[in-house]
Structures are given as C-alpha cells and as structure tokens.
T-cell receptor, first 110, second 113 residues
Framework: LAKTTQPISMDSYEGQEVNITCSHNNIATNDYITWYQQFPSQGPRFIIQGYKTKVTNEVASLFIPADRKSSTLSLPRVSLSDTAVYYCLVGDSSASKIIFGSGTRLSIRP | NAGVTQTPKFRILKIGQSMTLQCTQDMNHNYMYWYRQDPGMGLKLIYYSVGAGITDKGEVPNGYNVSRSTTEDFPLRLELAAPSQTSVYFC????????????FGPGTRLTVT
C-alpha cells in the first residue's frame, strides 16, 4: 500500500476555494486515490475517488497530474460546515484493506 | 436502508472485563471492517472480512476477536479489557470488490478504567 503525505492542518475562510494536496510518490499502476471526510464524533464519509486527470462530483473535485505522484482535493466555496478532517488514501482497488493516515484538519473561519 | 448500525454507542468497562461490540449492515456488502480511532489520530484497522466465514487481521488485532457468521453481522469481541483499548470503534462495509468506498457506522465510544 502506497504511503501518503498530507499537511497536518489548514485554515481558510467561508466562501474561499480550498485545495488540499496529498503526496503519494510510490503509487502503483493499479492504485486509485480516494478522499474521505470526517466530522467530530462521526465515522468517515467517502467524498471522491479517481485514477487520473480530473474527477468532479457535487461535493468536490479531484485533480491528478499525469505522473500521479500527488493529487489535490478541491473544495469550492467552503462554508463553516466543511470544518473537518480530510483523509487521502491510495491503494489497489482489489486490495481487501486500506490504511488511513493522520489526515488534514481543515478549519473554516467566518 | 439503515446502512451500518453499531451498538452500544457508549460503554465503560473495568479492566479485565469482556464485551462484544455489535455491527450490522443492511446493504448486502461482502466486505466489512473494524477500526479504532484514538483521540486526534487516524483510523487503524483491527480486523476485516471479505465474506461470511472469512476474517483476517488488520494492523492492530491483538486483544480482539471477530466472527462473521452472516453477511449482515460482524461483531468485535474484546477479551480482558485493558486501558489501552480505550478508543472509538468504527465498523464499516463496502461492496465487492474493487472500491475503497466504505460506509461507516456511527461508532462506539469505549472507556476502560
């Protein structure tokens, strides 16, 4: 399983776009990149998953450069309710288990 | 669908006691997982199961046991509770195979004193 590196914490303001970058230098050919969001006292919630280029859903966008050694989760126009911990995971979709790192603690201010 | 449900929500155990954390999912997912999360830390995988009758160890299995007699249920057993097992326990499930899209339960907050 590829190791990931994320910033420990980030701060931003309501209405701003927030980009959280994850480094995964040892990503393998079959690995996907997945992001989760976790609010205090709740289980993590799946946000988005991608393999290459760009993926967008109603919540976020995921940008993956050609070399796939990093990825960026983009949250458009954040609000206070986006304050949470965000986890980046990388692994083969056929693997039975995944590893969560320490995540990025995102704080949004008014 | 209720998704993934866990009971109890909270529990206080004395050192040496045993208990079972219950987890049930109604999505017919083959894959199920147990994680623990210590304060301010990420999740660590305890055990997982790829289907009824099949279980395997994760990153931190010591002090725990699991069973998977049905697709729906995946109980976690703590034997001889220790203070180091004070944590929040999350159960999750995912559809077969080929996705990291896991669905998590609300968690069980366990304190061992």
């Amino acid at each position: 399983l590829a190791k990931t590196t994320q910033p420990i914490s980030m701060d931003s303001y309501e209405g701003q776009e927030v980009n959280i970058t994850c480094s995964h230098n040892n990503i393998a050919t079959n690995d996907y990149i997945t992001w989760y969001q976790q609010f205090p006292s709740q289980g993590p919630r799946f946000i988005i998953q991608g393999y290459k280029t760009k993926v967008t859903n109603e919540v976020a966008s995921l940008f993956i450069p050609a070399d796939r050694k990093s990825s960026t989760l983009s949250l458009p126009r954040v609000s206070l309710s986006d304050t949470a911990v965000y986890y980046c995971l990388v692994g083969d979709s056929s693997a039975s288990k995944i590893i969560f790192g320490s995540g990025t603690r995102l704080s949004i201010r008014p | 669908n209720a998704g993934v449900t866990q009971t109890p929500k909270f529990r206080i155990l004395k050192i040496g006691q045993s208990m079972t954390l219950q987890c049930t999912q109604d999505m017919n997912h083959n894959y199920m997982y147990w994680y623990r999360q210590d304060p301010g830390m990420g999740l660590k995988l305890i055990y997982y199961s790829v289907g009824a009758g099949i279980t395997d160890k994760g990153e931190v299995p010591n002090g725990y046991n699991v069973s998977r007699s049905t697709t729906e249920d995946f109980p976690l057993r703590l034997e001889l509770a220790a203070p180091s097992q004070t944590s929040v326990y999350f159960c999750a499930s995912s559809p077969i195979p080929g996705t990291y899209e896991q669905y998590f339960g609300p968690g069980t907050r366990l304190t061992v004193t």
